[in-house]
């Protein structure tokens, strides 16, 4: 059985696989461009999810 961390990972990477073979990048620099763009958008996301998990976790602790 796969572990979540690798299963979302393998996800990602077809999301990123999906994205570029929409419209083909004309240049190395294009293709780097992008691959940027996506691990930045990656990156917010899990900043996000791991800010909402902390806040959940804040919540109930002072939750009667």
């Known amino acids: 059985m796969?572990?979540?961390d690798i299963t979302s990972h393998m996800g990602c990477s077809r999301v990123f696989a999906d994205k570029i073979s929409r419209?083909?990048?004309k240049t190395?620099?294009?293709m780097r461009e992008r691959a940027a763009k996506?691990?930045?958008m990656e990156d917010m996301q899990e900043f996000r999810v791991k800010?909402?998990?902390k806040?959940?976790?804040a919540s109930q602790k002072t939750a009667p």
Do not use: V
């Open 23 to 25: 419209k083909k990048p």
């Open 2 to 4: 796969k572990s979540p």
């Open 55 to 57: 806040e959940d976790a």
């Open 51 to 53: 800010k909402r998990e």
């Open 38 to 40: 996506f691990i930045q």
């Open 28 to 30: 190395m620099e294009e």
